[in-house]
């Protein structure tokens, strides 16, 4: 098919246009005979376009190719086709770049968008060029790999005009560099190639008209790998830096950022004397001093940091910033004409300067240079002669120009020492075998008025260009051969005569070195040289008008250049006088470094040459500034860049180039405004064109085999399908529609399409599909129409079944109704008659119901008040009666009383003469034990008889009872007799008050009448207010909750917000607990000397531990963790501070004063809990002798507990008296207190005997007491009230009276003892309270009398002998304390003895008494018998290992280094963390504070070691995460906090730690646990990384969306599920090493985050993946993993799986919005089902979404708009200042929180197994 053929009615093309370059139109008939009539798209239009010579306009491509993000994979490949393609990437989906070959076009956005982030620097490592969307990054990544892959040096070019960006895009792609090449030493040269970019931009940029950090010189950066391709270094040349801008500027720019900077700073250098910038002359020529958005101070500060990371000290930087402003100040010197005219010599109209001229005066000061002779030689200049030497004054513009040009010499020169400076710090002697460079370079530049320094430029374009066009030309070559198809020859544009032209032995440089060599050589003379023997070359024009010009024909324009100029500039002169002088300056040492011209370069402050195939004849220096032939005459500056180029252009045809090509897109730097005319120009000078023309004149459309199977399938008919060679399906394809063979080509793996025939196959795919589109309507319509020929006859049918049963129903109705008329009147009638008849009846039972009513009621009441009179009488007889025998009664008992007290009392009298005889006691007591005898027998009858009494008496009690009763119902019925009658009275009086209140009722009727009218009335005024009000109530209410609602969404709001702040605050905690790891393992491989192996505390670190830090390893300031709360008075009581200002005078040994201070505020404590415990003591004696007397047994054990606390007590006391004695306490105080002893011996004595004699009596007295009960209570049984008969001779009551009166005696002795132990008692507790602060007061003065310095050798011996003496005390002190540790523990073991004795059933261990070793054994039929202890012979584990202190390098070794997790899962889960927490506690056990601060110490380092040495392993970061978590929940378990133990056993809470508190060991714990879990969280997302995108981007299950079906895949291999094999094998993992449940979840939590971050993010930077037929996939695939999380992860809780499955919302809803409609109306749906997806990352994935041709239509620029607009109105007002992403941070690490879990497993069940060969290094205690 020809391209005419094409021209058809429909076709769509381009037509050109005078401002746009290029617009859209729409053919409207059929090309013929050379006129083709158009109408254009925006206007319109119609329009007859001419066809002359057959130059068709161009085509228009398929909308299916419409922002490719490559260039040549277009149809048609022509300059509209690119820049639509351009813009629409750049207005439409704001892509700022697009791949055009082996070239990345960056256009410039003027807009910060966030692509530059370490999240896309790592979704982009590992990636192909071309796989994600086209980045900087991406052809960063390609230079890398080559460099791997290919081990060939590589290099980036940068090129672009002013403006476009290369500064910026050369910056990124070195921070891609040292992110993916990042050094791990500590030179850190990545960070000090990023810390260049601030220095060069602040001297080497400035605002220009087209942008506002334009580079003014050329730059190419070496960044040097070692041999693992790890950054070794760096190094940078520079090129042809503008100076000229330092003395001058046009109009709207700026001179080098680093001067206003210096400016802005101008208050923190005052020695420079700097003013505001408007007041120099080197920088207010543009008028433009500002930049917006930028701040030249803060930029300031950025480049001071800079040069310090760089390594410029800051001497080095104070002299650069003087160099910088003696420009400054040199520039504002003026120049004037000589007024006095003094100098007859001189010329009149010379130059002449003030004297008092400020900014002279400041300059010679800066330098330390003389002023008088430099003024001379600002004005005078030397002509030497043949025969003399003259000076002469130069005249005012001279002077300027000579001025000017020593202004840019120094500003050169200091330029090209600061790249070296650079270049020395990125200098590291380390190996470099491989480098990558960038170029960042200048572009081709044409202006009105183009000088020597566009010359340059274009001319280094030129070169470039040519390598570009070969490198292109190879590429495409190459390509063919591997493909194995036959080719021509590409014709390519060849710049080669221009460069000859420029080149030449006569080009343009050398006529311009020979005219400048000339001794009157001039601008004019050298175009006259140029006109005459350039014009020979086709390249070279000579301008229409004036000969100060000539033109040259470059690859991109002609460029006409103004000769203005060129001799100065290419000299670059400066006066050699004015060189000398500034050379002599004395206050700025960087004047010698900068212009010391003799002295060689240092070769070894350099980095070395690149290894290249040729040798560089250039040293790796600036080449700004030109340097000196061999011959001592300075090399011009053409002759200079020449060269340089020439090095450069050989070393990058030693390297694999790659292109990025800067675009500006307008000059108004708007943000995503696209000039087309502008973007045009700039295409054809960077060459994208060129590179479009040579792949436009081969094959550009390349396609695999099976993807143009699948896109163009349809062509072909079904029977025609080969799937097994599907090369031969698509030949038959090709041969049936296109019947030129030469317009495609078969390669290897690739199908060639000439130009246009992709579109071609596209129109006869639309054709075909148009065609099966009209057949399938057909069918659809005659579907459509003959269901609604169905429906209706349906509905027919159904309207005439309806209507006939509508007549049926209707008739049958009335029917009915006839025959329920006469039931309903037979029924009616019925019921008349029977309601009157019983009206009737019941009138007539009324009457008589009345009548007989009033009869009876007459009858009872007759008879009532005959029986009430009856009564009457009969109570007031009887009560006449008893008044009088009560009397009577009375009168006899007075006489009986009267006698009976005379005989008592004369009874009395006897009977206590007689109880007073001791003789008569004792004859009564032996005839009471007779008496007793026969009383217990008779009692014995008694009792036998009462037997057979009691069921009798049982009965009559129950009988009198029930008369009980009897009376009292007989009471109530004579009550309610009298209550009736009272009742009859009061009805007859309510009968009478009825009647009048009938009256009442009826005068309150009428006015009821009334009032009801009015509050009628009132009541509908009321309702309608109430109505109002109640209106107002709800509208008030609905505001009200209203705003309760807000305020609720408010707390919601702020309560989600504080709850993402701490979440963000626990990341960000633990991020920088992983940075602290990471860099805690960094200082231990730069630490070389070895480290203490002791943690000692001594009295200087106990005030200070810096010293301490510096030299112990690992130590992170946690201090001593022993909880002795009474020694910090101690401490602070000793005045250490006394004597330290007396030289080197001895003094005592503070480290022996410091543990006297312990123990004696120990002894301290202990004599105050011994005080309390005695008081308790006798509280408890007290309250026992106060109570009634009890078991004899008891009271004896209590005393004899007293008598061993009060030895105790005196123990104590002696020993505090010892302590006394060695701090010199006094005599006096001691005899004393041993007189107090004594007395409290004997009197305890006292208390002892009166105890024992009470103890002896009891039993008698509970005997009697007893047997005076039974006595009684017989004889009131057997006797009733004549019991005096059993005391016929009185000798019981005699014997009661004598025992009552020994027990009063008894009470009151037991009393006076009892008041005299109290009072005993305060006294010993006041005099040990003396006694303490007395102790107190002397441990003060003994710590000054040490502290100070003695006096004479008397104090001196007594300060050393009184150290020795504590020390000795103390150590035997400290030996004494163990022991009695040790009976302590072996207390707690008796009483856990006696515990589970108990437990047995053994009743007769009753109490343990603490301080003994006897058990106290009780037996109720044995008296008073102690018996002794019996011990238990089994042994009781304490959940304790001891071991060694020498040992615990090896135990560390076998439970932590040598553990393999194979051998670790059969053991018991955390075995480990146990055996480790059961060491600790032998720690605590011995209260060994160091061995336990080592033990912890060695533990995190074997961990910590084990864990780096298997850094890959999964196994073993499960393992020490499973035992780090056990151990820190342990120390939670048994630390003896109240919170931690609620679920503790009584057991496990005996078992708590005593002495330490390692609460701060808990939170190290918890930090290692953090970076462990780190650890694993990142090895578990590298197992899975290698599966996301197989399996969830590109696994196609549902056959027949995207492609051909194609057979499924095993299941083992195919996408998800081999995810899900991995995820279970992991949770498998997780299970295996008893991980806890919570901390599981955390892990998959994390794991599905990173699936859903690192998905989303390969969506949103791929174009194939946007479709939504794709969408489907991917939801499909992301179902799998949502049901595997329900089926696998279900048994940690429903909240569990719906937060984990939360985690997946991001990309779910991305392929929701994939499948969602995409029109105007859906736009508020869109934004409620994209919640958790951005405004950023939805844009971008419509603007990436590709429609089903032919079914949807394009997203529109609206729709996206009005998205973007809601989203951001849902963010709310401060989402524009947060920073929004476009990728998700695929780094982010969940906080993680390890919650209590207490273990229920005994520590003394615990053994070590043989399998960890421990034996020998533990014991178990």
């Known amino acids: 098919m020809t391209t005419k053929e094409l021209y058809t009615k429909g076709a769509r093309i381009w037509v050109e246009h005078p401002i746009k370059v290029w617009e859209s139109a729409t053919v409207t008939a059929d090309y013929r005979s050379g006129v083709l009539i158009v109408k254009l798209d925006q206007s319109g239009e119609i329009r007859q376009l001419k066809i002359a010579d057959e130059r068709m306009p161009p085509l228009r491509n398929p909308s299916l190719l419409i922002g490719q993000n490559d260039l040549t994979s277009l149809s048609y490949l022509h300059e509209p086709a690119v820049l639509h393609n351009l813009r629409v990437r750049f207005c439409d989906r704001n892509a700022i770049y697009t791949y055009c070959g082996i070239v990345l076009v960056a256009i410039n956005p003027y807009y910060e968008l966030p692509i530059y982030g370490d999240e896309t620097i790592m979704a982009y490592r590992g990636q192909a060029m071309?796989?994600?969307?086209?980045?900087?990054?991406?052809?960063?990544?390609?230079?890398?790999?080559?460099?791997?892959?290919?081990?060939?040096?590589?290099?980036?070019?940068?090129?672009?005009?002013?403006?476009?960006?290369?500064?910026?895009?050369?910056?990124?792609?070195?921070?891609?560099?040292?992110?993916?090449?990042?050094?791990?030493?500590?030179?850190?040269?990545?960070?000090?190639?990023?810390?260049?970019?601030?220095?060069?931009?602040?001297?080497?940029?400035?605002?220009?008209?087209?942008?506002?950090?334009?580079?003014?010189?050329?730059?190419?950066?070496?960044?040097?790998?070692?041999?693992?391709?790890?950054?070794?270094?760096?190094s940078m040349r520079t090129y042809l830096l503008e100076k000229s801008r330092v003395v001058y500027q046009s109009a709207g720019e700026r001179n080098y950022h680093i001067f206003y900077q210096l400016c802005a700073a101008a208050a923190t250098l005052p020695d420079l004397h700097l003013d505001h910038q408007d007041s120099f002359h080197?920088?207010?020529?543009?008028?433009?001093?500002?930049?917006?958005?930028?701040?030249?101070?803060?930029?300031?500060?950025?480049?001071?940091?800079?040069?310090?990371?760089?390594?410029?000290?800051?001497?080095?930087?104070?002299?650069?910033?003087?160099?910088?402003?003696?420009?400054?100040?040199?520039?504002?010197?003026?120049?004037?004409?000589?007024?006095?005219?003094?100098?007859?010599?001189?010329?009149?109209?010379?130059?002449?300067?003030?004297?008092?001229?400020?900014?002279?005066?400041?300059?010679?000061?800066?330098?330390?240079?003389?002023?008088?002779?430099?003024?001379?030689?600002?004005?005078?200049?030397?002509?030497?002669?043949?025969?003399?030497?003259?000076?002469?004054?130069?005249?005012?513009?001279?002077?300027?120009?000579?001025?000017?040009?020593?202004?840019?010499?120094?500003?050169?020169?200091?330029?090209?020492?600061?790249?070296?400076?650079?270049?020395?710090?990125?200098?590291?002697?380390?190996?470099?075998?491989?480098?990558?460079?960038?170029?960042?370079?200048?572009?081709?530049?044409?202006?009105?008025?183009?000088?020597?320094?566009?010359?340059?430029?274009?001319?280094?374009?030129?070169?470039?260009?040519?390598?570009?066009?070969?490198?292109?030309?190879?590429?495409?070559?190459?390509?063919?051969?591997?493909?194995?198809?036959?080719?021509?020859?590409?014709?390519?544009?060849?710049?080669?005569?221009?460069?000859?032209?420029?080149?030449?032995?006569?080009?343009?440089?050398?006529?311009?070195?020979?005219?400048?060599?000339?001794?009157?050589?001039?601008?004019?003379?050298?175009?006259?040289?140029?006109?005459?023997?350039?014009?020979?070359?086709?390249?070279?024009?000579?301008?229409?008008?004036?000969?100060?010009?000539?033109?040259?024909?470059?690859?991109a324009d002609n460029v006409e250049y103004q000769c203005g100029g060129f001799l100065e500039k290419n000299r670059d002169t400066v006066s050699e006088e004015q060189l000398e002088c500034v050379k002599t300056a004395t206050s700025c040492r960087l004047i010698h470094a900068m212009f010391d011209a003799e002295s060689p370069v240092d070769h070894h402050t350099l980095p070395p040459p690149s290894r290249r195939r040729t040798t560089p004849s250039l040293p790796v220096t600036s080449l700004t500034q030109p340097p000196r032939r061999s011959s001592g005459q300075k090399q011009t500056v053409g002759a200079q860049f020449r060269a340089s180029l020439a090095a450069l252009m050989t070393t990058l045809s030693a390297t694999t180039p790659h292109y990025v090509r800067c675009i500006k897109p307008n000059d108004t730097k708007r943000p995503f405004q696209f000039d087309a005319a502008r973007a045009v120009n700039q295409l054809r000078a960077c060459g994208v064109l060129e590179t479009i023309r040579i792949s436009a004149a081969g094959f550009p459309s390349r396609w695999l085999y099976q993807d143009f199977f699948s896109r163009y399938r349809l062509l072909c008919l079904q029977k025609d399908f080969d799937r097994g060679d599907i090369k031969t399906t698509c030949s038959k394809i090709l041969m049936k529609h296109i019947k030129h063979p030469d317009k495609y080509q078969f390669g290897a793996t690739k199908i060639f399409f000439r130009a246009g025939q992709v579109a071609y196959l596209e129109k006869i795919r639309a054709d075909i599909q148009r065609l099966y589109c009209v057949r399938v309507q057909s069918c659809v319509r005659r579907f459509i129409a003959r269901r609604r020929y169905l429906r209706v006859s349906r509905a027919l049918r159904g309207l005439q079944a309806h209507a006939r049963g509508y007549l049926a129903r209707r008739k049958a109705q009335e029917v009915r109704r006839w025959r329920a008329a006469i039931k309903i009147q037979r029924n009616v009638r019925g019921w008349l008659a029977r309601r009157k008849y019983q009206r009737l009846r019941k009138l007539a039972i009324g009457l008589q119901a009345h009548a007989r009513g009033y009869l009876a009621r007459r009858l009872y009441r007759d008879k009532r008040r005959v029986r009430a009179a009856i009564t009457i009488q009969r109570y007031v007889r009887g009560f006449l009666a008893r008044q009088k025998v009560k009397k009577i009664r009375q009168q006899i008992v007075i006489c009986q009383a009267a006698i009976r007290r005379y005989n008592a009392r004369r009874l009395y009298k006897r009977l206590r003469i007689e109880a007073r005889?001791?003789?008569?006691?004792?004859?009564?007591?032996?005839?009471?034990?007779?008496?007793?005898?026969?009383?217990?027998?008779?009692?014995?009858?008694a009792m036998e008889k009462n037997r057979t009494i009691e069921?009798?008496?049982?009965?009559?009690?129950?009988?009198?009872?029930?008369?009980?009763?009897?009376?009292?119902?007989?009471?109530?019925?004579?009550?309610?007799?009298?209550?009736?009658?009272?009742?009859?009275?009061?009805?007859?009086?309510?009968?009478?008050?009825?009647?009048?209140?009938?009256?009442?009722?009826?005068?309150?009727?009428?006015?009821?009448?009334?009032?009801?009218?009015?509050?009628?009335?009132?009541?509908?005024?009321?309702?309608?207010?109430?109505?109002?009000?109640?209106?107002?109530?709800?509208?008030?209410?609905?505001?009200?909750?209203?705003?309760?609602?807000?305020?609720?969404?408010?707390?919601?709001?702020?309560?989600?917000?504080?709850?993402?702040?701490?979440?963000?605050?626990?990341?960000?905690?633990?991020?920088?607990?992983?940075?602290?790891?990471?860099?805690?393992?960094?200082?231990?491989?730069?630490?070389?000397?070895?480290?203490?192996?002791?943690?000692?505390?001594?009295?200087?670190?106990?005030?200070?531990?810096?010293?301490?830090?510096?030299?112990?390893?690992?130590?992170?300031?946690?201090?001593?963790?022993?909880?002795?709360?009474?020694?910090?008075?101690?401490?602070?009581?000793?005045?250490?501070?006394?004597?330290?200002?007396?030289?080197?005078?001895?003094?005592?040994?503070?480290?022996?004063?410091?543990?006297?201070?312990?123990?004696?505020?120990?002894?301290?404590?202990?004599?105050?809990?011994?005080?309390?415990?005695?008081?308790?003591?006798?509280?408890?004696?007290?309250?026992?002798?106060?109570?009634?007397?009890?078991?004899?047994?008891?009271?004896?054990?209590?005393?004899?507990?007293?008598?061993?606390?009060?030895?105790?007590?005196?123990?104590?006391?002696?020993?505090?008296?010892?302590?006394?004695?060695?701090?010199?306490?006094?005599?006096?105080?001691?005899?004393?207190?041993?007189?107090?002893?004594?007395?409290?011996?004997?009197?305890?004595?006292?208390?002892?005997?009166?105890?024992?004699?009470?103890?002896?009596?009891?039993?008698?007295?509970?005997?009697?007491?007893?047997?005076?009960?039974?006595?009684?209570?017989?004889?009131?049984?057997?006797?009733?009230?004549?019991?005096?008969?059993?005391?016929?001779?009185?000798?019981?009551?005699?014997?009661?009276?004598?025992?009552?009166?020994?027990?009063?005696?008894?009470?009151?002795?037991?009393?006076?003892?009892?008041?005299?132990?109290?009072?005993?008692?305060?006294?010993?507790?006041?005099?040990?309270?003396?006694?303490?602060?007395?102790?107190?007061?002397?441990?003060?003065?003994?710590?000054?009398?040490?502290?100070?310095?003695?006096?004479?050798?008397?104090?001196?011996?007594?300060?050393?002998?009184?150290?020795?003496?504590?020390?000795?005390?103390?150590?035997?002190?400290?030996?004494?304390?163990?022991?009695?540790?040790?009976?302590?523990?072996?207390?707690?073991?008796?009483?856990?003895?006696?515990?589970?004795?108990?437990?047995?059933?053994?009743?007769?261990?009753?109490?343990?008494?603490?301080?003994?070793?006897?058990?106290?054994?009780?037996?109720?039929?044995?008296?008073?018998?102690?018996?002794?202890?019996?011990?238990?012979?089994?042994?009781?584990?304490?959940?304790?290992?001891?071991?060694?202190?020498?040992?615990?390098?090896?135990?560390?070794?076998?439970?932590?280094?040598?553990?393999?997790?194979?051998?670790?899962?059969?053991?018991?889960?955390?075995?480990?963390?146990?055996?480790?927490?059961?060491?600790?506690?032998?720690?605590?056990?011995?209260?060994?504070?160091?061995?336990?601060?080592?033990?912890?110490?060695?533990?995190?380092?074997?961990?910590?070691?084990?864990?780096?040495?298997?850094?890959?392993?999964?196994?073993?970061?499960?393992?020490?995460?499973?035992?780090?978590?056990?151990?820190?929940?342990?120390?939670?378990?048994?630390?003896?906090?109240?919170?931690?133990?609620?679920?503790?056993?009584?057991?496990?809470?005996?078992?708590?730690?005593?002495?330490?508190?390692?609460?701060?060991?808990?939170?190290?714990?918890?930090?290692?646990?953090?970076?462990?879990y780190q650890d694993l969280v990142n090895l578990l997302k590298q197992q899975v990384e290698r599966l996301i995108v197989p399996a969830i981007l590109e696994y196609e299950e549902i056959c027949g969306l995207s492609g051909p079906a194609q057979p499924a895949p095993s299941p083992p291999c195919a996408g998800p599920a081999r995810l899900k094999q991995e995820l279970a094998a992991a949770h498998d993992q997780l299970r295996l090493f008893a991980v806890e449940p919570p901390l599981r979840v955390v892990i998959f939590k994390q794991l599905f985050y990173f699936i859903c971050a690192y998905s989303l993010n390969q969506l949103l930077l791929r174009k194939d993946l946007c479709c939504w037929a794709k969408g489907l996939q991917i939801r499909y695939n992301i179902s799998h993993l949502e049901n595997w999380i329900k089926e696998n992860l279900a048994e940690y809780g429903q909240k569990s799986v719906e937060e984990i499955i939360g985690v997946l919302q991001p990309i779910t809803q991305a392929v929701h919005l994939l499948q969602a409609r995409k029109s105007m109306v859906d736009v508020d749906s869109t934004v409620e089902m994209c919640r958790d997806l951005n405004a950023m990352q939805v844009c971008k994935i419509l603007n990436l979404y590709t429609p089903a041709e032919e079914f949807e239509v394009k997203v529109t620029r609206e729709f996206i708009h009005e998205i973007q607009k809601l989203m951001q109105k849902r963010a709310g007002p401060a989402a524009d200042k947060e920073p929004q992403n476009l990728l998700m941070d695929t780094k982010m690490i969940y906080s993680v929180q390890f919650h209590y879990s207490p273990s229920a497993i005994r520590l003394e069940d615990i053994d070590v197994p043989p399998i960890l060969g421990l034996d020998g290094l533990l014991t178990k205690i």
């Open 130 to 234: 071309g796989d994600l969307d086209p980045h900087i990054f991406a052809v960063s990544e390609e230079a890398y790999t080559k460099l791997e892959r290919e081990r060939r040096d590589q290099s980036i070019i940068v090129s672009g005009e002013s403006g476009a960006g290369k500064t910026v895009s050369a910056k990124y792609a070195m921070r891609y560099f040292a992110a993916v090449g990042g050094n791990a030493s500590e030179t850190q040269v990545e960070r000090k190639v990023l810390a260049s970019s601030p220095i060069m931009e602040a001297i080497g940029n400035a605002k220009t008209t087209r942008n506002d950090n334009s580079s003014r010189f050329g730059k190419f950066i070496e960044i040097h790998f070692d041999a693992t391709y790890r950054i070794s270094g760096a």
């Open 282 to 555: 080197y920088l207010n020529q543009g008028g433009s001093p500002d930049i917006d958005g930028v701040d030249d101070f803060k930029a300031f500060n950025e480049t001071r940091a800079a040069l310090t990371t760089l390594g410029v000290s800051e001497t080095e930087q104070h002299n650069m910033f003087t160099v910088l402003s003696t420009i400054l100040h040199l520039g504002n010197v003026e120049f004037t004409t000589d007024p006095s005219g003094e100098d007859p010599e001189d010329n009149q109209d010379g130059a002449y300067i003030d004297p008092n001229d400020k900014h002279l005066a400041t300059l010679c000061s800066l330098l330390g240079i003389s002023r008088p002779e430099f003024s001379r030689w600002l004005t005078h200049r030397r002509i030497a002669s043949a025969h003399e030497v003259i000076v002469s004054r130069m005249d005012v513009q001279r002077a300027a120009f000579a001025r000017d040009a020593l202004a840019k010499r120094m500003y050169g020169e200091l330029f090209a020492w600061l790249v070296q400076a650079v270049n020395r710090a990125l200098h590291t002697g380390h190996d470099k075998k491989h480098f990558i460079g960038v170029l960042d370079i200048y572009g081709f530049e044409t202006f009105e008025i183009n000088s020597f320094e566009q010359f340059c430029i274009n001319y280094a374009n030129e070169k470039l260009q040519q390598q570009f066009n070969s490198h292109v030309f190879k590429l495409e070559q190459d390509e063919y051969i591997k493909e194995e198809i036959s080719w021509s020859m590409i014709d390519f544009y060849d710049n080669q005569p221009c460069i000859d032209l420029i080149e030449d032995r006569l080009g343009v440089l050398a006529l311009l070195d020979e005219e400048c060599r000339v001794p009157r050589g001039s601008d004019h003379g050298f175009v006259g040289k140029l006109h005459d023997k350039c014009a020979k070359y086709p390249h070279f024009l000579k301008p229409r008008f004036g000969n100060a010009a000539f033109i040259i024909k470059h690859f």
């Open 917 to 941: 005889s001791l003789d008569h006691v004792k004859k009564l007591n032996k005839g009471l034990e007779n008496k007793i005898i026969s009383l217990q027998q008779r009692l014995n009858e």
């Open 951 to 1572: 069921p009798l008496q049982a009965i009559i009690v129950q009988l009198r009872a029930k008369l009980e009763a009897l009376k009292l119902v007989e009471v109530e019925a004579k009550t309610l007799k009298v209550d009736i009658e009272a009742k009859d009275n009061m009805l007859n009086a309510l009968q009478s008050e009825l009647m009048s209140e009938r009256d009442n009722n009826r005068r309150l009727l009428e006015e009821k009448t009334r009032i009801e009218s009015v509050y009628k009335k009132e009541r509908e005024e009321w309702q309608a207010e109430s109505e109002k009000l109640a209106k107002e109530l709800r509208s008030d209410k609905e505001h009200y909750q209203m705003a309760l609602d807000e305020r609720d969404k408010q707390h919601e709001a702020e309560k989600k917000a504080l709850s993402l702040e701490l979440e963000a605050e626990r990341q960000s905690r633990q991020k920088l607990l992983s940075a602290q790891y990471d860099l805690q393992e960094r200082v231990d491989s730069l630490q070389r000397a070895p480290a203490p192996k002791e943690h000692r505390r001594s009295l200087s670190d106990a005030s200070n531990n810096s010293q301490q830090e510096t030299t112990v390893e690992d130590d992170y300031g946690y201090g001593s963790v022993r909880s002795v709360e009474t020694s910090r008075p101690a401490l602070e009581a000793v005045n250490w501070s006394a004597g330290s200002n007396n030289g080197p005078m001895p003094i005592a040994d503070a480290g022996l004063v410091l543990r006297m201070q312990n123990r004696i505020s120990v002894l301290q404590s202990e004599l105050s809990r011994t005080a309390k415990r005695a008081a308790d003591l006798e509280e408890r004696l007290l309250n026992r002798l106060a109570a009634p007397p009890t078991n004899p047994n008891i009271d004896r054990f209590k005393v004899e507990e007293l008598e061993i606390e009060n030895k105790k007590l005196r123990e104590h006391l002696d020993r505090l008296r010892a302590a006394g004695d060695s701090l010199l306490v006094s005599k006096e105080v001691i005899k004393q207190l041993s007189v107090m002893q004594n007395e409290l011996d004997r009197r305890r004595e006292e208390c002892i005997q009166l105890k024992s004699v009470l103890t002896n009596q009891k039993p008698w007295f509970q005997a009697l007491k007893s047997v005076t009960v039974n006595l009684k209570s017989l004889a009131t049984a057997n006797y009733g009230s004549d019991v005096d008969i059993i005391n016929e001779d009185g000798e019981l009551v005699s014997a009661y009276e004598t025992q009552k009166g020994i027990n009063r005696q008894l009470q009151e002795e037991l009393v006076s003892e009892k008041k005299f132990y109290s009072e005993h008692i305060a006294k010993a507790k006041a005099e040990i309270e003396r006694l303490r602060e007395e102790n107190e007061k002397y441990q003060k003065l003994l710590s000054v009398e040490l502290s100070q310095e003695p006096k004479n050798k008397q104090q001196e011996f007594a300060q050393n002998e009184i150290i020795r003496l504590a020390a000795e005390s103390l150590a035997v002190q400290e030996r004494v304390d163990k022991l009695s540790e040790s009976c302590r523990r072996y207390k707690n073991q008796i009483r856990l003895l006696v515990n589970r004795l108990k437990e047995a059933g053994i009743d007769d261990v009753q109490d343990i008494l603490e301080g003994n070793d006897t058990i106290v054994s009780q037996n109720t039929s044995a008296m008073l018998e102690l018996a002794p202890v019996m011990r238990k012979k089994e042994r009781e584990y304490l959940g304790i290992f001891e071991y060694k202190k020498q040992d615990e390098g090896t135990i560390i070794k076998k439970l932590i280094t040598d553990l393999r997790p194979q051998v670790a899962v059969t053991l018991l889960p955390g075995l480990p963390a146990y055996i480790i927490f059961m060491m600790l506690r032998h720690t605590d056990h011995v209260d060994d504070e160091p061995k336990m601060h080592q033990l912890m110490k060695a533990v995190r380092n074997g961990v910590k070691r084990t864990l780096k040495k298997r850094a890959d392993n999964v196994d073993y970061n499960m393992l020490w995460l499973t035992n780090m978590v056990r151990l820190l929940n342990n120390l939670r378990q048994y630390s003896g906090d109240e919170v931690y133990q609620a679920e503790n056993t009584p057991r496990q809470n005996q078992q708590c730690l005593r002495i330490f508190d390692l609460s701060e060991y808990r939170q190290v714990l918890s930090d290692s646990a953090v970076s462990i």
